[in-house]
């Protein structure tokens, strides 16, 4: 029956409640201290009323979450937390109408695809685009093709590491193994490291898409690059067909921020990089403090610090600096993870290169991504499997 229904009773006792409560204040406000007796005479009933009016409460609660268990649940989709689940229950609520974003990033957002071509569908095409990167240079002088806003929110999505035509810029010398000078592209993409899922190529990239207006030019894409061009020096342009080279290698690959670049070090070499120590040096005060000292190190002539991963004449230079012993073995540790990993002294840590083209407005220069082959496997077989193209074993500039 609907009259026996703790709700049902809820709202009747309630009713009356509220009608004591408010004559209450009536006979307060029409006889002044006479309603006094009164307000005493109700009080025991009133304290009755709430004790019962409790009790329905706890009944009805009772009732509705017995309700709920029979009403069933529907998921639109997973959210992990950490190692639980949680569903989420439907919301057959309208969507709202998405508010237009404010014209300046709308305009940003705008020239950022206009610039963006459609992205080539094959390595010849890659080919043909960069002789007419070519022309453009020579008609018209170099140009960024993305501003700096630009690139620090293609950084931030991270979509880049997952584009497919990723681009090495490397030392010619490399091609060959040095092992096996005579044996045509028998080097790989980079230096061969051992981590916990594999062994094979680690080396830094960026993308065509990055590259394209630098086209071929050696001193052009060192400086887009962040490297100090060296004069003299031969340096060779591969692209890599991910979705062709993938399969082959076991690539791994992450955008080159400090968060994943520290991941990456715990993961694959968690012996020489565990988070507490990645923690203290991943960061952009330490990065800072570290290419500071570096830099000092590399300045002093008596430190004999023949390359900039050189980690027995840094840490010369530290014993001579007197560095705290803490501090200094920190400090190593920073320079053993430039050696393994490859972010150097000019690492930025939000996914991006600086730009060192003295005649470019930006401050940056490309997106970057930190890869990992987990097979070893030569340049002549991704060659062999039409996965990379060899654009020029020796780059000439414009």
Do not use: C
Not at 23 to 41: K, S
Not at 123 to 140: D, F, M, S, Y
Not at 295 to 323: C, H, P, R, T, V
Not at 373 to 379: A, D, L, N
């Amino acid at each position: 029956m609907l009259e026996t229904s703790p709700f049902f009773r809820l709202i009747s006792y309630w009713k009356r409640l509220a009608f004591d409560i408010l004559l209450t204040i009536v006979l307060t406000l029409l006889t002044g201290g006479a309603a006094i007796a009164v307000m005493a005479a109700s009080k025991a009933r009133l304290i009755r009323q709430m004790k019962l009016l409790g009790e329905i409460f706890k009944e009805l609660a009772s009732l509705l979450k017995e309700v709920d268990r029979y009403i069933p649940k529907a998921s639109m989709r997973s959210r992990s937390t950490g190692n639980m689940v949680e569903d989420l229950p439907v919301d057959d609520r309208p969507a709202p109408v998405a508010s237009a974003p404010p014209k300046g990033v709308a305009r940003e957002k705008q020239e950022q695809e206009k610039k963006k071509k459609d992205p080539p569908q094959s390595l010849v095409e890659v080919a043909e685009r960069l002789k007419e990167a070519r022309k453009k240079i020579k008609r018209e002088g170099y140009k960024p093709k993305y501003t700096d806003d630009q690139l620090v929110a293609m950084a931030q999505s991270g979509d880049v590491a997952s584009e497919r035509f990723h681009v090495r810029f490397m030392e010619s010398g490399y091609l060959q193994d040095r092992d096996t000078p005579d044996e045509l592209l028998s080097g790989k993409l980079g230096m061969v490291m051992q981590g916990k899922t594999g062994s094979g190529a680690k080396y830094w990239s960026t993308t065509f898409d990055q590259l394209e207006d630098a086209d071929t030019d050696p001193k052009l894409i060192s400086e887009k690059l962040g490297l100090p061009y060296e004069e003299g020096k031969e340096f060779t342009l591969l692209v890599i067909d991910t979705e062709k080279a993938s399969s082959i290698t076991g690539v791994k690959s992450v955008p080159a921020t400090f968060e994943n670049v520290s991941d990456f070090a715990n993961t694959e070499l968690p012996l020489d990089f565990s988070k507490e120590v990645t923690d203290k040096i991943m960061t952009p005060d330490y990065q800072a403090y570290f290419s500071d000292v570096h830099k000092a190190a590399m300045q002093d002539e008596d430190a004999g610090m023949d390359w900039d991963s050189d980690i027995k004449g840094f840490s010369d230079y530290l014993d001579a600096e007197n560095f705290a012993d803490d501090e200094k073995e920190l400090l190593l540790t920073r320079m053993q993870m430039q050696k393994q990993i490859g972010n150097n002294q000019d690492y930025l840590g939000d996914g991006l290169t600086k730009d060192l083209n003295p005649d470019s407005p930006n401050q940056y220069g490309a997106v970057e991504t930190l890869n990992f082959e987990r097979k070893e496997v030569r340049i002549s077989t991704l060659k062999d499997e039409k996965a990379l193209l060899v654009v020029k074993e020796v780059l000439e500039p414009i």
